[in-house]
């Protein structure tokens, strides 16, 4: 009870960066069982103002491709997977700590330099799908731990 209640305290922190419409995506993507590309570029979008509280899913994929945080073009109802959620938040954060992610810019990297930092269960698997719950988890770890440094290296 006091975890959910913490939970839902931090994602209406996130939310409220955003505004209201963002506050509904956040509630509705924490009761996800595979969140979605579409889903986690608009959370990253929104962060890095590159859209607007109302955009769709769509709109943020784009933008979200064009700034480089997804690779690819994935469709907006995919279900995202941990590397490409920590590639995502590698790229909205400028998480950079790993030698072999600074050399390759790769989401198998983001990956395992998200795991060894513990932001990532060192259970997960890399091409396993995310919940909406674990997701959120990740990227307020990554708020927390990297919104306030700017450029964590």
């Known amino acids: 009870m006091k975890k959910s209640v913490l939970l839902i305290a931090i994602m209406l922190f996130i939310a409220g960066i955003a505004g209201a419409q963002s506050a509904e995506r956040v509630t509705e993507i924490l009761q996800e069982k595979q969140v979605t590309y579409g889903e986690i570029a608009y959370l990253a979008a929104s962060e890095l103002n590159l859209i607007q509280a109302n955009a769709s899913y769509d709109d943020a994929i784009k933008a979200a491709v064009n700034e480089g945080i997804l690779k690819g073009n994935p469709a907006s109802t995919d279900p995202i997977n941990y590397k490409d959620l920590a ?4 790229k909205t954060w400028n998480i950079s700590g790993s030698l072999f992610y600074k050399m390759t810019k790769s989401p198998r990297y983001a990956f395992k330099q998200l795991q060894a930092i513990g932001i990532i269960p060192a259970n997960a698997d890399p091409s396993q799908k995310v919940s909406g719950r674990n997701a959120l988890n990740i990227i307020s770890a990554c708020i927390e ?4 440094e700017g450029d964590a290296e």
């Open 87 to 90: 590639y995502a938040c590698c």
């Open 145 to 148: 731990s990297f919104e306030s």
